[in-house]
T-cell receptor, first 109, second 115 residues
Framework: RKEVEQDPGPFNVPEGATVAFNCTYS??????FFWYRQDCRKEPKLLMS???SGNEDGRFTAQLNRASQYISLLIRDSKLSDSATYLC??????????FGSGTQLTVLP | GAGVSQSPSNKVTEKGKDVELRCDPI?????LYWYRQSLGQGLEFLIY????????KSGLPSDRFSAERTGGSVSTLTIQRTQQEDSAVYLC?????????????FGPGTRLTVL
């Protein structure tokens, strides 16, 4: 089993839709969780850190479920510009992140 | 301020040749990471530098891979006797410290193609 797993998608949704991605992790000792966004042929950029209480930034909500060992990202009112690959990252040790393979999102007009 | 920079942006080489990839981290960032990303895949950790400490090389896939970080700043990733399976995008990231909560900032990557 991979240390961090994501549904690769693709998720094709219409503008204005709400879409959610899950990411499961295997290391129960993990403490840090992140969502990164990666545009085609570009580097990953941090979208959100995921805090234990869950956090929201505009249309984006991140949640952590320790009992089931997954994190989620919810995007409301999807925009065309949200089309990208979303990578989750979980710390596997004190110093390195383990990344999922990414979930591809396409928002359709 | 300037972000993480990497050079070259693209590198095409023949199987068996050595290549050097360069990373300039954000000024003041003490932690530097190298990752590799194959087509359609996630990021694979390669090596980590923190200040003057011995690097964490646990992710290097073989002894053909090595990396240096001179003066706590610029880093070079060297791949000797390249193989076709080494073709990937090599990403460098830096962060301000060692805390697991520190955000990693990525460079644009070097796209390596081994023919």
């Amino acid at each position: 089993r991979k240390e961090v797993e994501q549904d690769p998608g693709p998720f094709n949704v219409p503008e204005g839709a709400t879409v959610a991605f899950n990411c499961t992790y295997s290391n129960s000792a993990s403490q840090s969780f992140f969502w990164y966004r990666q545009d085609c042929r570009k580097e990953p950029k941090l979208l959100m850190s995921v805090y234990s209480s869950g956090n929201e930034d505009g249309r984006f909500t991140a949640q952590l479920n320790r009992a089931s060992q997954y994190i989620s990202l919810l995007i409301r009112d999807s925009k065309l510009s949200d089309s990208a690959t979303y990578l989750c990252a979980v710390d596997g040790s004190a110093r390195q992140l383990t990344f999922g393979s990414g979930t591809q999102l396409t928002v359709l007009p | 301020g300037a972000g993480v920079s990497q050079s070259p942006s693209n590198k095409v080489t023949e199987k068996g040749k050595d290549v050097e990839l360069r990373c300039d981290p954000i000024s003041g960032h003490t932690a530097l990471y190298w990752y590799r990303q194959s087509l359609g895949q996630g990021l694979e950790f390669l090596i980590y530098f923190q200040g003057n400490s011995a690097p964490d090389k646990s992710g290097l896939p073989s002894d053909r891979f090595s990396a240096e970080r001179t003066g706590g700043s610029v880093s070079t990733l060297t791949i000797q006797r390249t193989q076709q399976e080494d073709s990937a995008v090599y990403l460098c990231a830096s962060s301000v410290g060692t805390s697991r909560y520190n955000e990693q900032f990525f460079g644009p990557g070097t796209r390596l193609t081994v023919l």
